[in-house]
């Protein structure tokens, strides 16, 4: 007995790269054992001292309704749970799970099993020592049961369930990260398309009020025989304001699209599911209520690096499975048969038959290339520990980008909206001096196209902000929790059945729709 220790000692010291020491500690198996990669993350984030923003820790599991808006709510939950993509990444999931059940199983007897046959076997006469033959037919009947069974010297096969069970694990980050990214996705189709609207609704205000504009200087050139001149610039701001409408209603169509494609259905017109509140732009919350934590928690929040981390986790399992190929490999084998001439015959004790017995195979000429898959498989796993920093870094700077677009975008949304209520103001006193002949032409037509040009901006801006507090809950990897507590129930009356797209109401005028949609300035 001491012998074979001290065989197997020697073996383990002298044709491996693991020593024995590491070989205990790692629990009997070679290879390294797997730990966390450090990874890069910044202290604080850049704009941590603004104080329009909240340090606080919050998972933003449920980010969407921070908007109040009912119809997104419903839209999030019919791409949770109607999108194909997700369906997809749901089903890697039950792949890694038989895939680790698989390895699972390679701990127990690799081979089993159950063995038997009937022949009937006719000699010919014409042979040689045919004449020997006392009966040139024979009957045999065979059964019985087979096994082999390499054993986990080395934790070759444990690494393999490590890694498989590691696999499994970034499958199920694999799947929050698609579920972040799609309900980020739809939020940001909506806002997009809410803004179209809200650029349309502006435009087709603005179509009807340069249309009385040019009315009045028809009007005004056949009964003074004044040049056209004010006239054909009026025209030219009309058809401009004009054609600015189907271009806005193909972003808002593509939009739409894509909102139907995320919630796994063919495009269709979604005027019937969003028409309630046609054109509203969602409000985002004052900065303050904003909670974004600190760096170090995207390490525990965000699915994609927790995917890439694991992913380092599997690299490093199938180190150990390819040291173990430098070692020998042991196994036993067994057979036990029970053979007879007659079927009435095959179980007495006497048809018994058997052999067991250990047996080892040891690559001892292919040493090369077991080193260099070794050399592969390290080379792998460092490529992924630098990947994982990486995305490290990447979730950091969507995160610093979602926030200076959201406080940024908010400064500007409030100073667009001051300089719209303005110019609103100012053209509605240029118009009533047009009307009394204090102001020229030129000057009304100047004063409605800067008008145009205002409100337009004033509804990218709006949808500016809210995009860059999407990006930011995006960012900070919020929302793949309703994987497990499931997607709320919108607040959503239920809409009246149409049977045709509904007609556009009468837009109110422009300063009194705006503010009322917007509220007082901040």
Not at 408 to 435: I, T
């Amino acid at each position: 007995m001491l012998a074979h220790t001290f065989a197997f000692l020697l073996c383990l010291s002298l044709c491996g790269c693991t020593s024995i020491s590491e070989y205990v500690h790692n629990g009997f198996k070679v290879g390294p054992n797997y730990k966390e990669p450090p990874a890069p993350v910044a202290q604080k984030w850049i704009d941590a001292d603004d104080k329009r923003f909240s340090s606080a820790l919050d998972d933003h599991e449920q980010w969407w309704q921070n908007f109040n808006d009912p119809t997104l709510d419903k839209l999030i939950c019919d791409a949770y749970e109607q999108n194909l993509t997700l369906k997809e990444a749901g089903m890697r999931i039950l792949q890694a799970r038989a895939t680790l059940g698989i390895s699972i199983g390679e701990l127990f007897p690799q081979t089993q099993q159950a063995l038997g046959d009937y022949t009937r076997t006719v000699f010919s006469k014409n042979t040689t020592n045919a004449q020997f033959l006392a009966n040139r037919y024979s009957t045999q009947f065979d059964f019985g049961f087979g096994i082999s069974w390499e054993l986990d010297f080395w934790g070759r096969f444990r690494r393999a369930v490590e890694s498989a069970d590691a696999n499994l694990q970034a499958s199920v980050y694999d799947y929050d990260d698609v579920l972040v990214t799609l309900l980020g996705d739809v939020a940001t189709a909506y806002v997009n398309l809410r803004v179209a609207e809200k650029r349309i609704k502006y435009a087709r205000k603005n179509v009807e009020l340069q249309e009385k504009t040019v009315k009045i200087l028809r009007a005004r050139q056949k009964v003074k025989a004044d040049t056209n001149v004010p006239l054909a610039q009026a025209l030219g701001l009309l058809y401009q304001t004009e054609a600015t409408i189907p271009e806005l209603e193909i972003t808002a169509r593509v939009s739409a699209n894509q909102l139907c494609i995320l919630m796994g259905i063919p495009p269709e017109d979604l005027r019937y599911r969003l028409d309630k509140g046609w054109a509203n732009i969602p409000k985002a919350p004052a900065p303050e209520k904003v909670a974004v934590g600190v760096p170090a928690d995207l390490l525990r929040r965000r699915p994609d690096v927790r995917r890439a981390e694991r992913q380092a986790a599997v690299q490093s399992a199938l180190i150990g499975v390819a040291v173990s190929d430098l070692y020998p490999h042991f196994y036993i084998n067994g057979d036990i048969l029970r053979s007879a001439s007659h079927f009435n015959t095959l179980f007495d004790p006497q048809s018994y038959s058997g052999v067991i017995g250990p047996s080892f195979q040891w690559d001892i000429l292919n040493y090369g290339r077991h080193l260099n898959n070794i050399k592969f498989q390290d080379a792998r796993f460092r490529e992924l520990v630098f990947a994982y920093q990486q995305t490290v870094l990447n979730a950091e700077q969507d995160v610093e980008t979602g926030l200076v677009t959201f406080l940024k975008g908010e400064e500007r949304r409030k100073k667009q909206f001051d300089s719209v209520s303005a110019v609103e103001g100012a053209a509605q006193l240029v118009g009533k001096q047009f009307d009394a002949g204090a102001v020229n032409e030129a000057t009304l037509i100047l004063f409605l196209q800067n008008l145009v040009v205002q409100q337009d901006t004033l509804a990218i801006a709006e949808g500016e902000t809210v995009l860059g507090l999407i990006q930011t809950y995006r960012a900070l990897g919020g929302g793949w929790q309703i994987r497990e507590n499931g997607c709320p129930a919108p607040q959503l009356e239920a809409p009246a059945p149409v049977v045709a797209p509904p007609v556009l109401p009468k837009l109110p005028p422009p300063a009194a729709e705006k503010r009322a949609m917007l509220g007082p300035p901040i």
